[in-house]
């Protein structure tokens, strides 16, 4: 039985949201970079899914946030995607002895996760993908982002959350096999 500790799981969620902001911060400087977007820093910023950052004008801000967003869905689509993998095919629960002995002799150990580990960090990075599926959802339907930046975070969330719930239920599959 996998025991909830809150502690290990708010310092398991520093890390995917200081991602996910950090992401999101790179993203509207990407933009810049790529586009002719212009913006400033500020106290009242345009959006408050991006604070301190104002734009000059309206089509900078859909532009800037449509790319933002869509890094944002490649940060949770890559790290996310590595974690649940790791759960998936990793979990110290399912590797057979001998492969766990190829991955020692491989120095390949660390991708093995043991299942309190796997627990509060998928569940940490579900609440991350959860935040930012919010804050997404409240961005597209106040038309200020592209319905591709919308649905591509909002798939890449869904498919993860989903994959998490199936490797949780496959857990709880094998706790009940145990004598």
């Given at each position: 039985?996998?025991?909830f500790?809150f502690?290990?799981l708010?310092?398991?969620?520093?890390?995917p949201l200081?991602?996910?902001?950090g992401?999101?911060f790179?993203?509207?400087?990407?933009?810049?970079?790529?586009f002719?977007?212009g913006?400033s820093f500020?106290n009242n910023?345009?959006?408050?899914?991006?604070?301190?950052?104002r734009?000059?004008?309206?089509?900078?801000?859909?532009?800037?946030?449509?790319v933002?967003?869509g890094?944002v869905g490649l940060?949770l689509?890559i790290?996310?995607?590595?974690?649940l993998?790791?759960?998936?095919?990793f979990?110290?629960?399912?590797?057979?002895?001998k492969?766990?002995s190829?991955?020692?002799?491989?120095?390949?150990?660390?991708?093995?996760?043991?299942?309190?580990?796997?627990?509060h960090?998928g569940?940490?990075w579900?609440?991350?993908?959860?935040?930012s599926?919010c804050?997404?959802?409240g961005?597209f339907?106040?038309?200020?982002l592209?319905?591709a930046?919308f649905?591509?975070v909002?798939?890449?969330?869904?498919?993860?959350v989903l994959?998490?719930?199936w490797?949780?239920?496959?857990?709880?599959g094998?706790e009940r096999?145990?004598?």
């Open positions: 039985m996998v025991k500790s502690l290990k708010l310092d398991e969620t520093i890390l200081l991602l996910l902001a992401s999101r790179l993203g509207v400087f990407l933009a810049a970079l790529i002719p977007v913006f500020g910023p345009d959006l408050p899914s991006l604070p301190f950052i734009f000059e004008g309206s089509g900078d801000l859909y532009l800037a946030n449509s933002s967003w890094l940060v689509a790290s996310f995607g590595y974690v993998f790791r759960i998936l095919n979990h110290g629960d399912r590797v057979h002895p492969e766990s190829r991955l020692h002799n491989r120095n390949l150990e660390f991708l093995v996760i043991d299942s309190h580990e796997a627990f960090q569940i940490s579900v609440l991350a993908g959860l935040l599926t804050l997404v959802a961005d339907l106040s038309g200020q592209s319905a930046a649905g591509f909002f798939g890449v969330n869904a498919f993860l994959g998490f719930w490797s949780v239920a496959g857990s709880r094998l096999k145990k004598v």
